[in-house]
């Protein structure tokens, strides 16, 4: 019996032999795909004049100050984006009037800001804004929202900035300062209905 034992140890262990043997000598090949390089796009916005953009000292009734800003997408994807006017006051911000139109809608081809502004604007005649922050242009809020102003990469355009004060602001408005800033919120528009 320990011979047949030993015999059927011997057959199983020619047995497994035989089968590792086999499934050692399958054949093989691999291939590899390099190269799956992937980046990001920027948003990047920019303005010119960066500071100081509409600004008039000894303001009397009746005057008016209107100015261009150039809004650039120096960045790799297109953007959306919308302004804020802040405040360090709401009393003279409040009788200020500020208009905003583009540029390129004017009369003349948009090669200068007229201190009339075109039939279509963006943004007027209404406050030049509050201490809380007045939407001036769009809404900061995410995502697609009514007023808000589109760039393709690389692009830029012309707004004119117009602010005045009313030919019947009253005395109460005498000696008063205030600055606004504007604060110009991009992002993608891309996968960002």
């Given at each position: 019996?320990?011979?047949?034992?030993?015999a059927?140890?011997?057959?199983?262990?020619?047995?497994?032999?035989?089968?590792?043997?086999?499934?050692l000598?399958?054949?093989?090949?691999?291939?590899?795909?390099?190269?799956?390089?992937?980046?990001?796009?920027?948003?990047?916005?920019?303005?010119?004049?960066?500071s100081?953009?509409?600004?008039?000292?000894?303001?009397?009734?009746?005057?008016?100050?209107?100015?261009?800003?150039?809004?650039?997408?120096?960045?790799?994807?297109?953007l959306?984006?919308?302004v804020?006017?802040?405040?360090?006051?709401?009393?003279?911000?409040?009788?200020?009037?500020?208009?905003?139109?583009?540029?390129n809608?004017?009369?003349?081809?948009?090669?200068?800001c007229?201190?009339t502004a075109?039939?279509?604007?963006?943004?007027?005649?209404?406050?030049?804004?509050?201490?809380?922050?007045?939407?001036?242009?769009?809404?900061p809020?995410?995502?697609?929202?009514?007023?808000?102003?589109?760039?393709?990469?690389?692009?830029?355009e012309?707004?004119?900035?117009?602010?005045?004060?009313?030919?019947?602001?009253?005395?109460?408005?005498?000696?008063?300062?205030?600055?606004?800033?504007?604060?110009?919120?991009?992002?993608?528009?891309?996968?960002?209905?």
């Amino acid at each position: 019996m320990a011979k047949k034992l030993l015999a059927t140890v011997a057959v199983l262990a020619l047995f497994v032999s035989v089968i590792s043997l086999g499934v050692l000598a399958l054949f093989t090949d691999t291939a590899s795909v390099p190269g799956n390089t992937f980046s990001t796009g920027t948003v990047d916005i920019s303005t010119a004049p960066s500071s100081a953009l509409v600004t008039f000292s000894g303001m009397a009734p009746g005057d008016q100050v209107t100015n261009p800003l150039t809004v650039t997408n120096a960045g790799t994807l297109a953007l959306r984006y919308a302004v804020t006017s802040t405040t360090t006051e709401n009393t003279l911000a409040a009788q200020l009037d500020m208009t905003i139109w583009d540029e390129n809608e004017e009369a003349d081809g948009g090669t200068t800001c007229n201190a009339t502004a075109p039939a279509t604007v963006l943004y007027a005649p209404a406050d030049l804004g509050s201490t809380g922050g007045t939407n001036v242009i769009g809404n900061p809020a995410q995502g697609s929202q009514a007023g808000d102003r589109t760039l393709n990469a690389a692009a830029s355009e012309v707004l004119c900035v117009k602010v005045s004060l009313p030919s019947s602001t009253g005395n109460t408005f005498q000696g008063l300062t205030s600055t606004a800033t504007f604060a110009f919120q991009a992002e993608q528009t891309s996968n960002n209905p």
